[in-house]
Structure formats: structure tokens, C-alpha cells
């Protein structure tokens, strides 16, 4: 069984410091509706909004049993921490809020998933600097292909703390067979305590871990991203180095997260980004404590990709939303991935006719009329243009 | 596939430094808790340990108890290259924060959990290092994660175990749920009103069994077998009916494929709780079928939290190599629900040389694990 990453949802604020972050970046009434989240911990409540999205992606109706969770955080805690600190010095462990007490393991974001879907398989939390994410990824995706889960909600999430950033990433990871998706080729993990000292200053110099980082990807194009929390860019070097030598042809891919800002989260926004390009891709992470992940993709040819969006960019997808929103005479804003065409959005036969004819005439496709009947959502819209627009 | 095999051990608790200590105080069976004032000024009863010296304690236990089962398997002043790391913790060096939070000191600028990572600095390891903090099962879970990074070939040494220092929040809270007992931590007794905190580092050395036959060194156990699972239920308590705690028993038995009735002794996580003893305890009795000898560690050791289950798998090392099953402490009446033979005068013979280890935490993050005896 090969493990894909069958859908992605990444929630994070798109600023470069703590002192740019606006308190309101994260609206959970927006998420999850106006109840039900306010003993939950701000890294639960990132987690269970980007479970919402990347599960409607996969599954839009039920969930098939067995699944899993894996988490990865480093920082989810520590404000938590404080504040209870404070309260239990000041006014003693009677003042503290039984409701928001769970909150204090560093596993309820992960628990708190579990309860809310019923994920039976296993639940597994991370909490190493940086890499925790990918290992959690890693995790799942092995689990996966033992058949000890059907699938598992894979990801990091992180509140924010001194100067890292709040933000959460998870994908649904599952089998091949399950999903379409981006396969997970294979991972490796080690630790690189003092990178220069152990392995010396040249570059060209025989590296072990570069070289089996590099194995990872096949020859030819492969989409690339790193990232490192501390200064020290030595391992990048030693993994260009190998990966040249073995015929391997890097495509940078510009994108948050290479400085670590968002912590655990932030090789995973690497992960997504380079998940949605088709081809082969590598995702390698150091931590400033000397962690090391790493994660090769292998993307399915663009015909493969049939279900979700994936080779659509967000400017298409917005594109796609404001014609909808013409069409249908609403709101952009309430043409979500969740929004039902006939139910939240009043999409009668004639509504429906008239979209058909839009996308054919802007996008120079052709829709059957069962293909629109079966069209409920957003994201299927967004699936059957794909599958029609040429790449 | 490659085998799992235990080669060397350490140790830091209250019952002191080294593993000689640790069985020497669970024979004897008769320590409890002390008297420790926490940042507030209030009087608190825990397992504490004897050198409470500085912060980031969970970390300076840890490397310790690393250096000290690395230099029993026999590699010189704890440093194997080769070594991945799995440590278990809920919440690592929370120490440093709460001492800075309460003296007005600059708090650590880093996130408490760098345990695995101080732990592979030392030993210099360049093999998969990871922290797993599934709650008070996460010495179980870093006991499985280890041999499955053996069993794949990812790595020939996996130094493994869990590290836990008293936080006082974490104190607060307990109180605050009404889960800590008076007096003393006392599974077994039905007079239990609760757990109490515990603090220390247990770790083990595991070694595929080819590098164990290559190096000529002693093995102490194999870990055969583990096996997890979610309740999917609540955020701490347990499931009543133990559906999801039976299904991770039974993985682990599958996976060492080895029948219940071979189990010779039984550790649970067993922590004083009633409820949660009597979902654990009842699951247990239910996948063995019988009443096997069972042993839990907290009387004497206090809830070690994220290293309890690594204390488990330490002791179960012990009760392998020495063929005996220790007592337990602090029973006046035997719980009349527990359905397991709750062993109360010994140090009893170990029957049959296979363990069965089962951890439970917040969230419902069971697992559990199957030890079985190593030629000496």
C-alpha cells in the first residue's frame, strides 16, 4: 500500500513578526461556528478548522472508519502554561478553570481531533523544534501504508509564543487507493548536532545523511524546499550538493516558512506548497538544536488528478469563485468549500444550466449536464475544470 | 525483520540513582511521598527526587539516565553515534518557566521540550530523534516507536524511555479535577483516593539482535510486541466500557505472537484513580482471561506521567532478568473489583517469562506493550 497526501489546509497569518500579528487573524465563529470552542486551546481551534476543510476535500459526506491522528507542536503550551502560573501563585488552584484545565497537555489539540471525529487508530503527538510536523506526517504516512489506519490527519499547529507565529497545516493521509494525491515516496530522520564540526567545511565532501536525503527523489526536476530555524544554512548545501551529483534538477520554490517562523508549522507550509506542484518534490527541515527531517513526493501526472484541487492555483480558484458568485447572483464570501449549491446557496436546474454555460464559455471546456448534476460544492467545480483544463 | 532487544538500563526517581536502587526500593516496598513546599508556598506530598538542584531538570535526569543505561550496555562514557533517540514527556522542562515565573528570573527563551534533543547531544547520536508527548502513556508510546525504528532498519541502537519533573500547575490542576490522594499512592488498596506526582527518568538501550550478536553483549528482554489506540472519547476521562484499551492489549499480544495465558506478570498503568484503575484493570482482566500476578510501580514511585510507562518497561526489563515479580506497597484491603491477583507479600517467582506493560493517559491515548525473557 503507498500512503498520498490526499488534501491540505493551512490557517496562518500572512505577516513576518509577532508585532504585525493582528489579535483577531484567527476568527473561530468563522471556523467552527458560534459554540463549542471556548474552553478549547487557540492551537486546538486552529487544528480543528483546518480539519474541517481538509476533510470536506477527501470526504465529503462520512468518514470511513479506522482513522488515525499525528502532531506535531513545539510552543502550543507554553502561553497556556503562564497564565495558569499566574493564576495559581495569585489566587490558588481553586481559581484555575476546570474546563480549560485538559488544555495543559501538549496532546489535546491531537486528543481534542480524535473526540471530535472519532479516530480510533492512534493518536500521536510530536513535540520536537521544527521538525515535529514532518515527523508527525512521516508517522502517519507509514502507518498507513502498514494498514494499521485507513487514513490519518497528519499536520502541525502552533499558538503564538515570544516570536513565533500562530498558524496550523494538516493533510489528510491515506491510501492510494483511497484518495488521489501526491505519494509519499519515502522520509528520513536523524539529528545533525554541529553540522560544520562533524562533517567538516567542504561542501563537496562525502556527506551520508545528504546523500540518503537525496535518494528521496528521483532524477530530473524535483521541486525543493528548506528550511532551518537557526543561521545555519550548511545542511541545504551538503543536500544541493547530493542531489546534483545524483542528476536531480532543483526548482526553488519561493514560499513562507524557510526561516522557521512558524515553527513546527513551518516545514509543513513547505509541504503543502510544493504538494500542490505536480512533479516530484523534497522537503528537508533542520532545527537550530539539530533535528533533521526529511520528506520526498511524488506527484501524479495531471490526468491522475482528478478530485481535488491541486494544479488550479489560488488566483484560478478566485477567479473561478467571483464567476460563481456572478452567476449565481451571492456573496463571494459565502462560496466556501463547505457551502452546499442547493442548500446554502438556493442552485436550482436553471442556476446550475446557466453556471454550466459560464465555465464552458470562460474556460473553453465542455460540461455534461450529469457532470453538473453531480457538481455539489466548490471543490468539485474546482475538480472538474482540472480534470478538463488542460495543464 | 530485526528484533528489539533490551541491553542496557537506567535510572533516576526517588527511589535514587541507578537501576540497583530502583529494584532494591521496589523489594522493599515500603517508601511514600514527602513533604515539598511548591512555588506558592503550599504543602505538597510527591515523589520527589533527592538532588532537586536547577532547572531543566526533566532533560538533566534524562541525559544521566541515558549515559548510565548506554555505559551498561557496554558502550564507554555513554556516547553511541549510531543511536537514535525516543524520549516520552508531557511536559519536559516546564521547571525552568515555573522558576522563573515565580522568582522574577528571565524564563528560558526556548520551548521546554528539548529533552531527546539534550539527551542526543550528549550521547552525540546522528540517528532519528524524537520527543513524544501523547500524556501519560508516552513512555509506552516512545517504548513502541523505538523498536519500530529497529524492526525497519532505520537504526541499530534506539536509546528510549520518558523524562518528567514536577510542575506545579500541573499539581494544581490534579487538585483542581480531585485526583490526588491525601495520603499515599496506593492502586491496589480500595481505600484509593487518587494518584500522587512523581518525578524521574527511565531509560533503556535497545539493539537489533544482529548488532547485540556482533557486539557479544547480554541482553536483559525483547520488546516483542506493542500496540496503540485512541478512545476518541473525552479529554481525560476514559472510556467506560475500555473498548479502544482491549483493542491496544490485543495488537500488542498479535504483534509479539504471544498467547495470553503466557503473560507471567502484568504492569499496568494503574495510578490510584477508581474509575480509570477499574476500566484499565477490567479490560486487562478481560483480554487475558485469567487472573495473571500483576505489580504497579506508583505506590513507591508516585505518577511519573510521561516517564511512567518507561519506568514500567524498566521494571519489566528487571522482573525479566531477575525471574521475580516484586510486591506491591501500600495495600491494606485489595480492591474486591480487581479481577488480576494483586501480589502483596514476596518478591514472588516470575512463572513464565513474558510481561505484559499497559499505559493510559489524558485523551485517551492508550498503549501497550509484551517483554519477553532473554537468555542470560
Not at chain 1, 470536506?56 to 479506522?66: G, K, N, Q, S
Not at chain 1, 494498514?147 to 515570544?162: D, I, K, M, S
Not at chain 1, 512558524?262 to 533542520?286: C, E, H
Not at chain 2, 494503574?270 to 480509570?276: C, D, L, T
Request: hydrophobic share 45%.
Amino acid at each position: 500500500m503507498t500512503a498520498v497526501l490526499a488534501s491540505s489546509a493551512v490557517i496562518a497569518p500572512d505577516v513576518s513578526t509577532v508585532d504585525e500579528l493582528a489579535d483577531d487573524w484567527f476568527d473561530p465563529v468563522h471556523h467552527l461556528g458560534p459554540r463549542g470552542w471556548k474552553y478549547l486551546s487557540p492551537a486546538t481551534r486552529y487544528l480543528l478548522a483546518a480539519a474541517q476543510q481538509a476533510l470536506t476535500a477527501v470526504y465529503p459526506e462520512a468518514l470511513p472508519p479506522d482513522g488515525g491522528v499525528s502532531i506535531g507542536t513545539h510552543h502550543s503550551i507554553t502561553e497556556l502554561h503562564r497564565r495558569f502560573d499566574t493564576v495559581m501563585r495569585t489566587e490558588g488552584s481553586r481559581a484555575l478553570s476546570p474546563a480549560e484545565l485538559p488544555s495543559l497537555a501538549v496532546n489535546m489539540p491531537a486528543s481534542q481531533l480524535a473526540i471530535r471525529y472519532r479516530l480510533h487508530a492512534f493518536c500521536l503527538t510530536f513535540t520536537d523544534a521544527l521538525v515535529a510536523g514532518l515527523a508527525a506526517v512521516l508517522r502517519a504516512a507509514r502507518e498507513v501504508r502498514a494498514g494499521r489506519a485507513r487514513f490519518a490527519l497528519a499536520g502541525a499547529t502552533e499558538q503564538a509564543t515570544g516570536p513565533v507565529l500562530p498558524g496550523v497545516v494538516l493533510f489528510v493521509v491515506t491510501g492510494a487507493a483511497e484518495a488521489p494525491g501526491p505519494r509519499v515516496t519515502g522520509g528520513c530522520a536523524s539529528f545533525l548536532p554541529d553540522s560544520a564540526a562533524r562533517y567538516g567545511e567542504d561542501p563537496k565532501a562525502h556527506n551520508p545523511l545528504a546523500e540518503r536525503i537525496a535518494t528521496l527523489v528521483p532524477a530530473g526536476p524535483v521541486s525543493y524546499a528548506y528550511s532551518c530555524d537557526g543561521p545555519d544554512r550548511y545542511l541545504d548545501h551538503l543536500v544541493r550538493a547530493a542531489l546534483a551529483a545524483r542528476g536531480v534538477e532543483v526548482r526553488e520554490v519561493a514560499g513562507r516558512g524557510d526561516d522557521g517562523a512558524y515553527s513546527t508549522v513551518s516545514p509543513l507550509i513547505q509541504l503543502a506548497g510544493v504538494s500542490r506542484v505536480p512533479g516530484p518534490a523534497l522537503v528537508v527541515a533542520r532545527s537550530r538544536a539539530g533535528h533533521v527531517a526529511a520528506i520526498g513526493l511524488a506527484s501524479p501526472t495531471a490526468s491522475q488528478s482528478t478530485k481535488h484541487e491541486r494544479v488550479l492555483s489560488t488566483m484560478d480558484r478566485t477567479e473561478v469563485v467571483a464567476l460563481m458568485a456572478d452567476v449565481l447572483d451571492v456573496d463571494p464570501a459565502k462560496i466556501t468549500d463547505e457551502a452546499h449549491f442547493i442548500n446554502d446557496l438556493g442552485v436550482d436546474s436553471l442556476i446550475a444550466l446557466e453556471l454550466a454555460v459560464a465555465l464552458e464559455r470562460r474556460y473553453g471546456v465542455k460540461i455534461a449536464d450529469e457532470e453538473m448534476a453531480e457538481v455539489r460544492r466548490l471543490p468539485e467545480v474546482l475538480a472538474l475544470l482540472q480534470q478538463k483544463v488542460p495543464a | 525483520m530485526q528484533r528489539a532487544v533490551v541491553t542496557g538500563l537506567g535510572s533516576v526517581c526517588s527511589l535514587g540513582t541507578g537501576t540497583s536502587r530502583f529494584w532494591g526500593g521496589l523489594l522493599a516496598a515500603d517508601t511514600g511521598p514527602q513533604s515539598i513546599v511548591d512555588s506558592a508556598g503550599q504543602a505538597r506530598r510527591a515523589y520527589a527526587v533527592a538532588d532537586r538542584d536547577g532547572t531543566g531538570r526533566a532533560s538533566t535526569m534524562a541525559v544521566s539516565a541515558a549515559v548510565a543505561a548506554l555505559t551498561d550496555a557496554g558502550y564507554a562514557d555513554g556516547v553511541c553515534e549510531e543511536a537514535g533517540v525516543v524520549l516520552g514527556t508531557g511536559l519536559g522542562d516546564v521547571d525552568g518557566l515555573e522558576h522563573a515565573y515565580a522568582t522574577g528570573a528571565p524564563a528560558p527563551a526556548d520551548s521546554p521540550f528539548g529533552v531527546s534533543a539534550a539527551v542526543a547531544t550528549r550521547i552525540g547520536a546522528t540517528g532519528p530523534v524524537h520527543t513524544v508527548s501523547t500524556g501519560c502513556s508516552a513512555g509506552v508510546y516512545a517504548l513502541g516507536l523505538g523498536p519500530d525504528a529497529i524492526r525497519s532498519g532505520e537504526a541499530e541502537v534506539m536509546v528510549v524511555g520518558g523524562a518528567e519533573v514536577l510542575s506545579w500547575v500541573a499539581f494544581g490542576g490534579l487538585e483542581g479535577f480531585g485526583l490526588l490522594d491525601p495520603q499515599v499512592c496506593r492502586p491496589f488498596d480500595t481505600e484509593r483516593r487518587g494518584m500522587l506526582p512523581g518525578e524521574g527518568a527511565a531509560v533503556l538501550v535497545l539493539e537489533s539482535l544482529d548488532r547485540l550478536r556482533r557486539r557479544r553483549v547480554r541482553g536483559y528482554a525483547e520488546v516483542m510486541g506493542f500496540g496503540w489506540s485512541s478512545d476518541g472519547h473525552h479529554p481525560t476521562a476514559p472510556e467506560p466500557n475500555g473498548t479502544q484499551i482491549r483493542r491496544a492489549l490485543r495488537a500488542a499480544l498479535a504483534d509479539a505472537d504471544v498467547p495470553a495465558t503466557w503473560i507471567g506478570a502484568v504492569l499496568p498503568h494503574r495510578a490510584g484513580i477508581p474509575v480509570n484503575d477499574t476500566v484499565e484493570t477490567g479490560a486487562l482482566a478481560d483480554v487475558l482471561g485469567w487472573p495473571a500476578p500483576v505489580f504497579a510501580t506508583k505506590a513507591v514511585l508516585g505518577h511519573t506521567a510521561g516517564a511512567a510507562g518507561a519506568f514500567a518497561a524498566l521494571t519489566g526489563a528487571l522482573v525479566l532478568r531477575r525471574r521475580v515479580i516484586p510486591p506491591n506497597a501500600h495495600v491494606t484491603v485489595v480492591d474486591p473489583e480487581c479481577g488480576l491477583d494483586v501480589v502483596r507479600t514476596g518478591p514472588v517467582p516470575l512463572a513464565s517469562p513474558y510481561v505484559l506493560i499497559s499505559g493510559t493517559g489524558f485523551g485517551g491515548n492508550n498503549g501497550a506493550l509484551v517483554l519477553g525473557g532473554w537468555p542470560v
